[in-house]
Every structure is written in structure tokens, then in C-alpha cells.
């Protein structure tokens, strides 16, 4: 089935519901682009890889893989995401979890086109209902203060990559927290946003713009990953990987993808084919990372546009465009290669949101300065 497929109709049942972007004001044309272009990077996975196909073992060479009983346990501050009353218990982890990415190796992003980036964290987990729902309590105090601040949000490495005071983004950004439930509430049936805590908490939070997502991390005390960071996290850095797992081919037990959890598959879909964050632990990245593939799409920092053939240390694309980055497929995704690590299928305009579209934030090293 084409990309386009798998973000058009999903329930079948015809209406609204057939539009992943039903509500969200876009004159019934859908933003969500698909297709190649911009350097697609998936001509960079002809390379080889010493990493086995069925493991995750950090098995580069001049990299020594820690041993679980003698590496002590990172304690982080939880993050205010987690801080509240709402479930935080991600398969026996805290939905805050986060997971360091060291950055030691050089990446290729497409062919002869490569990267090198400083140390970070990614949250093991995409940002869940529960979570973001503690973003919604907070919010008309936070932005009643004058939230986001010019420059917040910001990778610390990369010029431009705060959040900026142009009225276009204040603009796009929800004035209210009741506005914000109207957004969330953008597909009855796909939707995992309810305005009462029921039992979608532990659930990816979906029907989220770019700058709700922005907004969100830099509230959480964290940011937005830019693309190179994405992408390096889910190719396991120079093991070059074609899916977060390793090299062995798509399945169910790795990955949500094709509305097949609740068993009726594409194109009947429904919230009920969204499982809870980290159910599909076989398919978790080198790095630790949980549904990078599939389940949804995760925006990115950088602005849609082919890679430039010289990246400067820590690149994004911060400086113009008209479509923001999307990684990682969905779980109504239909075509492999919209799931491989290195795909860039999709990007959408910053205000448009969807049933496919979900967040997780990056956060500095934990021995950064800054």
C-alpha cells in the first residue's frame, strides 16, 4: 500500500473519522505529506553493520557494553510531568524514564552525507496521556506567566532552536487550556485524549500540534529532539540499523503498526489499536528507547528540507520552512519502508494535528554544563 495510505482513511466507516486531520481546520486537503525527497536517507542503509539482527547489544567496536550488575542506576529528578498525582508506572518504569545516548561515533544520515553530534538523553517513552495531561492542569498558570519564554526549549548546541516570540507561534499556540482540550479532542474514534483521567493514561498522547509539542518539553524541563538526534537513536548510531531493534524484518511482537493490536487490522482503526508506551519491548533501540517505531509519528525540531552535504556538529534545520519533521511511522502505517529508521515519509505543517502525530523529548547529557 502507498505511504499516503496509511494516513488517510483509517475507521472506514466513512465521515470524519476518515480524516486523520478531521477538526483541525484544514480545508479538507491533507497536510501530512508523504514521500521521498530531501535526501531520503534510507539509500545509507546498503552499508554493513556488525550488529547481530535479533539483539540489542551495544557491540561496536571501541564501545564496552555495561554490565547490568556493575553499572550503577542514573537517578534523575522526575521530571514535572511525573511529579503529579496522574499514573506514571510505564511497564514497571516511571513514564518519565529517560535513557542516555552516547555520541562517540560519527553517523551517516544519507548517503555520503554524515553527522556528528554531542551526548544526550531521549525519554525512554513517548509522552503519555497521564503525562500530558498534568501539562493541560498547569497551563493557563504557566502561560498566564509569560510561558514560553523567548529562547526556551532550546538545544544548547544549535543557534535558533528556542522557542520564538513571532506572533505566528504565539498565535498557533492555545491561549487556554480549554482550547487545548478542543484540540485534543480531534478524532472521536482515533483520539487517545479524554477529558476525564480514564483508561487511556498510560497511552501515547496524539491529536498534538509541533508547537504544543514544543511547548510541552520545554514545560517538562526538557526539549525537542532535533532529527539527527532522532534518527541516531533509532539506527543505533554507526550500527547503521535498519529498524530501532536491529536488521531482522518487521513484525507484530517488535512494533505497533497497521491497526493490528486489537486484532481487526487496516483499515478498521481505532484508538484501540494504540497500545500503552513500551508494550513491544523486543523492538526498544540500542539505546534503550521503547516505540520508536511505529505506534506514532514523532515530531522532530527541524523544519522539512533536503540535508545540506556538509552538516555542521549538532545540525538542525532551524532557519525557514513550511513543514516541520516527522519520524518513526504509526500505528496505522501500512509500508515498510514508512517503519525503517532512516525513512523520511512524512512531515507536516507546525499548527496540524492528527491521530498519528506524538511527542518525545530530549533532554542535555547529564554531565553537560549547560
Avoid at 113 to 125: A, C, G, I
Avoid at 212 to 226: I, Q, V
Avoid at 271 to 286: K, Y
Amino acid at each position: 500500500m502507498a505511504a499516503s495510505a496509511a494516513l488517510a482513511a483509517c475507521s472506514g466507516a466513512g465521515g470524519a473519522d476518515d480524516n486523520p486531520f478531521a477538526g483541525a481546520g484544514t480545508g479538507g486537503a491533507s497536510p501530512l505529506v508523504s514521500g521521498g525527497g530531501g535526501n531520503d536517507s534510507r539509500a545509507a542503509q546498503g552499508g554493513t553493520t556488525n550488529q547481530s539482527p535479533d539483539d540489542n547489544r551495544l557491540d561496536t567496536p571501541g564501545l564496552v557494553d555495561p554490565d547490568p550488575d556493575e553499572t550503577p542506576m542514573m537517578v534523575f529528578p522526575e521530571a514535572p510531568s511525573c511529579a503529579g498525582g496522574q499514573p506514571t508506572d510505564c511497564q514497571d518504569e516511571s513514564c518519565c524514564a529517560r535513557e542516555p545516548v552516547a555520541t562517540a561515533e560519527l553517523m551517516t544520515m544519507a548517503t555520503n552525507v554524515t553527522v556528528q553530534l554531542s551526548d544526550y538523553q531521549l525519554d525512554k517513552f513517548e509522552v503519555t496521556v497521564g503525562r500530558f495531561r498534568a501539562f493541560v492542569d498547569a497551563y493557563d498558570g504557566w502561560r498566564e506567566a509569560g510561558n514560553p519564554e523567548s529562547g526556551s526549549g532550546a538545544h544548547p548546541y544549535t543557534p535558533g532552536s528556542g522557542w520564538d516570540k513571532d506572533p505566528i507561534w504565539e498565535v498557533a499556540l492555545p491561549g487556554s487550556a480549554a482550547v487545548l482540550r478542543v484540540g485534543l479532542n480531534c478524532n472521536p474514534s482515533q483520539q487517545t485524549w479524554t477529558d476525564e483521567p480514564a483508561f487511556n493514561e498510560l497511552k501515547p498522547i496524539n491529536c498534538v500540534s509541533w508547537y504544543e509539542a514544543f511547548a510541552f518539553c520545554t514545560w517538562d524541563e526538557g526539549r525537542l529532539p532535533t532529527e539527527a538526534e532522532w534518527q541516531y537513536a533509532a539506527v543505533g548510531g554507526a550500527q547503521a540499523r535498519q529498524f530501532a531493534w536491529g536488521n531482522t524484518p518487521l513484525e507484530e511482537s517488535f512494533a505497533s503498526y497497521a491497526c493490528a493490536f486489537a486484532g481487526a487490522r487496516f483499515p478498521s482503526c481505532t484508538a484501540d489499536d494504540i497500545p500503552e508506551v513500551g508494550t513491544h519491548p523486543n523492538g526498544d533501540g540500542r539505546f534503550g528507547q521503547a516505540d520508536l517505531i511505529g505506534s506514532l509519528y514523532e515530531w522532530a525540531l527541524d523544519w522539512f528540507a533536503p540535508y545540506p552535504e556538509l552538516m555542521r556538529e549538532d545540525y538542525a534545520k532551524t532557519d525557514m520552512g513550511t513543514q516541520r519533521v516527522l519520524r518513526g511511522g504509526a500505528w496505522n502505517s501500512t509500508a515498510t519502508e514508512d517503519m525503517l529508521a532512516t525513512a523520511r515519509s512524512f512531515r507536516a505543517a507546525p499548527d496540524q494535528r492528527s491521530p498519528v502525530t506524538g511527542i518525545r523529548c530530549a533532554r542535555p547529557a547529564v554531565d553537560d554544563p549547560r
